[in-house]
């Protein structure tokens, strides 16, 4: 069996912030947790492809059928640059914070660096993932990355939630991490913080009220939703920037520049676009992703301009207004309703 240390410091001399290592064994409480929430109604339908078979999901056999170890990983995304830019006569649409960059790719590529290693070291089969289709929490759990926060997102000791997560499916035995076993305590800030009351109870979150969720699932928000939603464009983390913990994470220089879009995007320019533009213009950032609905993130821009309530946007929203589409044209009237 490999020591757990040997591993680690090589993840960390590729610049990974923090790695830890569990076995392979099926995440079955995680599945079972899955399961129940879906039969609840939690879910989105539109979610529901990377979910079709729960338990390959949560069984990392799967992907390398004789895999031994997960080597869990994540990385910090939080750095000091300005959030809320405005600028005038230019409506913007906000974009979460871990989008501002696609941290994926870059952990992505430093993890499949340390695969290389493994690989030329102890003759590994590896597999490399990050933001992929596997129960990516629930793994960092049990590894030791962190614990669930009661808005349901991992939280790193040193980190907190600001992370990314990744992981090396791998069929070399390596010496495991414990889980992580630390809780929010009495603590229910984010509970209380969240604009539509989509955390129903500790840990379980109604997707059909999560503005994080909704901003990929196309088609008319709830008017008491859609008026909470502010300028968002893409995702939503008031849940985490009212997390205590969160607030005693240093801010770092930026650990990476790939696709890059930064904090806010102007909304205008999201509305002028073709589908094909923004691929193109935004084509390294996971917003721009295959499986990113399009006219979801249009919608958005009008939910947004309808909040904002720039009049000098009324004749684009007129124009969508008249729009083929009907969600989008019903968007743009609940838009111009709001002025
Ligand atoms: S991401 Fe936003 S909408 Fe979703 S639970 Fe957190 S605060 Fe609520
Ligand atoms: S805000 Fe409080 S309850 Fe929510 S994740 Fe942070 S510590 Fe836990």
Redesign the pocket.
Known sequence: MIDARIVRDIGLDFGIDEIKITTAQPLQDAAARIKQQIRAGFYLESEHWHLRNIDDFCDVGTALPKARSIIAACQCYLTGECADLDSAGDPQGLIARYSWRNHYSDLKERLELLAAVLKEKYMASCVVYSNGNIAEKPVAQRSGIGYY???SII?NQHFGSWIVLGEIITDIEIHPDSPDTGD?AD?????DACPTDAIIEPYIIDRRRCIQALTNWYGILPDEIAKVWGNRLYGCTD?QD????NQNVKPQPPRTEIGYVGPAVSLRGILSMSQKEYRRKYARNQMAANWINFKAIKRNALVALGNIGDRSTLPLLDEYSKDNDAVLAQTARWAMSRF
């Open positions: 926060g009661k808005h939280i929010c603590c229910t800030i984010c509970i849940c009212r997390c205590p913990i």
